[in-house]
């Protein structure tokens, strides 16, 4: 049974899940997101000869990246949420299975909610604008 099979079905262990997969990963992914994204926006507006406000004033670089259809933008997006699926499966599943308190798998499918709910209103603001 492949390691991505378990964590798919939840046959991993709910805090490792959640703490590991689910909240590092989730830091991992944002700050390389950030990182990446930032600094290729910032230097392109600074070779342009863009002033400070210039630069300050400017929008979420990631998103507009995605909206203009640059590759990398678009396989770091499609890669971010088909992560997010899994662990959002892993996490369900594997606190459906837990055998401590009932209270920390309802948290984490709050989290969970919470964070899908985010993560759908970043992108869909960003389509709109």
Same mark, same amino acid.
């Given at each position: /049974?492949?390691f991505f099979?378990?964590?798919?079905?939840? *046959?991993?262990?709910f805090p $490792?899940?959640?703490? !590991?997969?689910g909240?590092?990963?989730?830091? !991992?992914?944002?700050? $390389? &997101?950030?990182?990446?994204?930032?600094?290729?926006? @910032? %230097?392109?507006v600074i070779?342009?000869?863009?002033?400070? %406000?210039?630069i300050m004033? /400017?929008? *979420?670089?990631?998103? %507009?990246a995605?909206? $203009?259809?640059q @590759?990398?933008? !678009?396989?770091f997006?499609?890669?971010e949420?088909?992560?997010? !699926? @899994? /662990?959002?499966?892993a996490?369900?599943?594997s606190? *459906? &299975?837990f *055998?401590?308190? &009932?209270?920390w798998p309802?948290?984490? &499918?709050i989290?969970? $909610?919470?964070?899908w709910?985010?993560?759908i209103?970043?992108?869909y603001?960003? @389509?709109?604008?």
């Amino acid at each position: /049974m492949s390691f991505f099979g378990r964590l798919w079905r939840g *046959d991993t262990s709910f805090p $490792a899940t959640f703490w !590991v997969g689910g909240v590092l990963g989730t830091l !991992v992914f944002g700050l $390389a &997101k950030t990182f990446l994204f930032t600094w290729a926006a @910032l %230097q392109a507006v600074i070779e342009a000869g863009a002033s400070p %406000q210039e630069i300050m004033g /400017m929008p *979420d670089p990631f998103l %507009q990246a995605v909206l $203009a259809g640059q @590759l990398t933008a !678009v396989i770091f997006a499609i890669v971010e949420l088909l992560y997010f !699926v @899994l /662990m959002t499966s892993a996490i369900w599943r594997s606190g *459906d &299975k837990f *055998d401590g308190a &009932k209270v920390w798998p309802i948290l984490a &499918k709050i989290v969970l $909610a919470v964070g899908w709910i985010s993560y759908i209103y970043n992108y869909y603001g960003a @389509l709109t604008v």
